[in-house]
């Protein structure tokens, strides 16, 4: 179900929102192999009419499970919102759809969620990436054999007699 608030309730005195919306719900299409959103987002939100306008004030959360694009190791990545708002028009051409006295707060939440996703994640600032491990193989043998210098490829031209 999406977070919706009726605004007939508001006409009174402001509503107040809280608790968690499933992830389906958001309807993030993540296609970044790295990100996966799978824990409720929470949400504390106040909800006032203004004159032909709606409001929202709160804080939102939402924990995403990441893996680090440079060592593949798997982190939690809180995408924290602790001062949200969003001013909803209802009337002129940006309005928001009104149906059956009903303002879903749902497109707006996941726009503000969306533009707060690592582009890149990382389990830390400094990470070094993978490690090399060495195979058994040592990196130099015991007996150098001499390496030819490579060709010139003016070497061909010095050969020509004229």
């Known amino acids: ?7 007939r309730h ?10 968690e919306l499933p992830v389906e719900e958001l309807d993030l299409d993540l296609r ?3 990100i996966r959103a799978e824990k409720p987002l929470e949400y ?8 032909n306008s709606l ?3 709160g804080s939102l959360n939402l924990p995403l499970q990441c893996q680090c694009v440079r060592c593949l190791k798997s982190f939690t990545y809180d995408v924290e919102l602790p001062g949200w708002a969003r001013h909803l028009p209802l009337e002129g051409e940006d309005c928001v759809p009104v149906v059956n006295d009903l303002v879903d707060l749902t497109p707006h939440i996941r726009e503000d969620i969306l533009l707060e996703f690592p582009q890149h994640p990382l389990c830390e600032a400094g990470c070094r990436g993978l490690q090399n491990t060495d195979s058994g193989m ?10 030819a210098p490579e060709a010139s490829p003016w070497g061909e031209l010095d050969k020509l007699k004229f």
């Open 1 to 7: 179900m999406p977070l919706t608030v009726n605004i």
């Open 32 to 34: 970044d192999e790295m």
């Open 138 to 147: 040592s990196k130099q043998s015991s007996n150098p054999e001499p390496v």
């Open 55 to 57: 409001l929202a004030r």
């Open 44 to 51: 504390d939100i106040e909800v006032q009419k203004l004159d």
């Open 10 to 19: 508001l006409e009174n005195a402001n509503v107040r929102l809280n608790g």
